[in-house]
């Protein structure tokens, strides 16, 4: 065999093992690239997954903030009508609830200037009329404070500004003086007082308050005659008395006048 023919076959596999070296190549780098491309299309699927998982969870997260701000807002405003506008009163009218502040306020207001009354009053009329006050306010207000508890209001204790004025300048007076201004104040207040409960036991709703004021309005109005009586009220017993007494004296000594007048006259024309 001649050299030639032995180099021909040698080429040959030469140029085929070059060609399937190339092959695998190409094939590896194919494959490199196959897997590439699905580690991206998995993490693509991993980073949307989570992207809709996040969504999910921000969606839950705000359909639970304005579900508890609903039930926050529907709580308030199930607190707010259950309070009837303050004072802690379940179920309580706005009428009842200014009734029973106002009483309550003007109770202690009796109670202290009863017990300044007693004290400073220059009629023995004006100083049993503030310890009447004293005790019946009293006794009315713990009633009032009882029933207020058990609907969980709580009352004022002590006395506002405005009525605390009323106190301070009838503490200042003495004599007569206070005597005359203690009794117009006491009908002023009882008038209102006796007007609001008998409104309050025919409109009012609450019905334990409405018994209260019911079962307190006879006292309440005994309160205002009484004051119309004491010396110093307008139309009271004291300055009719007076002015009574005034005008009989007077008409007396007139009378007796004209007559003694008249005696003299006649003794005189007699011969």
Known sequence: MTRQQLTKPIYIWVLTALIACGLWVVAGKAGINIHQGQNSNNQNGNQNGNS?????????TRNTNTANSNANRNQNRNANTNTGGGGGMAGMSSQDHKFI???AMGGLKEVELGRIAAQQGASDAVKQYGQRMVDDHTKANAELMTLATSKGMTLPTELDAKHRADVTKLSGLSGAAFDRAYARMMVSDHKKKVDNFEKQ???GRDPDLKAFATTTLPTVQEHLQMARALPGAPGGGGDNTNAGGMRNS??????????????NSNNSNRP
């Open 52 to 60: 809709n998982n996040s969504n999910t969870g921000n969606t839950n």
């Open 250 to 263: 007077n008409t007396g000594e007139t009378r007796n006048s004209n007559s003694n007048r008249n005696r």
């Open 101 to 103: 502040m106002e009483t």
């Open 201 to 203: 036991s025919t409109r």
